[in-house]
């Protein structure tokens, strides 16, 4: 059962416009969610979180948006640079719970 | 870099072997959990140790075990491996539990079973 879900697959945007990731989930138990980024061979690295208290939470060209009511959140890129090319993993956890959900992960291509 | 390291980075295997994945955590760090990555696939939770005890398991079978060492180390043993077993084994450490802040992956060991 799939608790958190990306329904988009991949992602091309065009150098410099916004990159829009979007991310759902399921259990009304998590109250903290993160997105991480991994490039090929490599392991996923933390990008930026929200905790359920929050809508908004920004860092530099990263911000997320959480949607409580409708269980979901997104994060956008602007401006999307070629370097920002990679797959997107949005995950969630909750104080009772004490591990990550993931989802599929989204494959973000910035083209020049 | 994460200060999180993961050995090997590679491995094959064959079917019904044991195989043991190893972790260092960054420094500091009390909690080690260990994810299984499948092709196409989301990480998936296997277990997570807190300061050396088991502390949460997912949806895997006994044949999936784990150590954590008082020097942060931790070690995934997978016995009678299986094809399915393939994947990208991560694993990731943080501080304190429960897991309300982030996690700081290795580089994942990519476990091919034939």
Same mark, same amino acid.
């Given at each position: ?36 980024? /991994? ?14 208290? /929050? ?58 | ?31 080690? !959990? ?30 999936? !075990? ?6 942060? !180390? !931790? ?16 694993c990731a450490s943080s501080l304190g539990t429960p897991l309300n ?14």
């Amino acid at each position: 059962d799939q608790q958190v879900k990306q329904n988009s697959p991949s992602l091309s945007v065009q150098e410099g416009r916004i990159s829009i990731l979007n991310c759902d989930y399921t259990n009304s138990m998590f109250d903290y969610f993160l997105w991480y980024k /991994k490039y090929p061979a490599e392991g996923p690295t933390f990008l930026i979180s929200i905790s359920s208290i /929050k809508d908004k939470n920004e860092d530099g060209r990263f911000t997320v948006f959480l949607n409580k009511s409708a269980k979901h959140l997104s994060l956008h890129i602007v401006p999307s640079q070629p370097g920002d090319s990679a797959v997107y993993f949005c995950a969630a956890s909750g104080s009772t719970l004490g591990r990550l959900y993931f989802g599929r992960g989204t494959q973000l291509t910035v083209w020049p | 870099e994460t200060g999180v390291t993961q050995s090997p980075t590679h491995l094959i295997k064959t079917r019904g072997q044991q195989v043991t994945l190893r972790c260092s955590s960054q420094s500091g760090h009390n909690t080690v !959990s260990w994810y299984q990555q499948a092709l196409g696939q989301g990480p998936q939770f296997i277990f997570q140790y807190y300061r050396e005890e088991e502390n949460g398991r997912g949806n895997f079978p006994p044949r999936f !075990s784990g150590l954590q060492f008082p020097n942060y !180390s !931790s070690e995934l043993n997978v016995n009678a491996l299986e094809l399915d077993d393939s994947a990208l084994y991560l694993c990731a450490s943080s501080l304190g539990t429960p897991l309300n802040t982030e996690a700081f992956f290795g580089q994942g060991t990519r476990l091919t079973v034939v």
